[in-house]
């Protein structure tokens, strides 16, 4: 099974037959990252997400007071 995920401006691709990840930007720079690193990867990514999506969620708090 291939996971792919398109971003702005690059893709992340993980392979789970090889347990690898890729990370491919726009100009076709490729970095691979074996299982523990791309698993690393995807925590970070998450984190940041949610961490956007709570200080979008407080500020539309705050001009409501």
Do not use: P
């Not at 099974?1 to 720079?29: A, N, P, S, V």
Request: hydrophobic share 35%; aromatic share 16%.
């Amino acid at each position: 099974m291939t996971i792919e995920k398109k971003l702005k401006y690059g893709t992340f691709i993980y392979t789970d037959d090889l347990k690898d990840g890729f990370i491919i930007d726009i100009g076709g720079k490729r970095v691979s990252l074996n299982k523990i690193y791309a698993f690393a990867f995807c925590r970070f990514a998450i984190r940041i997400m949610q961490r956007n999506w709570y200080r979008k969620a407080r500020k539309h708090e705050r001009h409501n007071k």
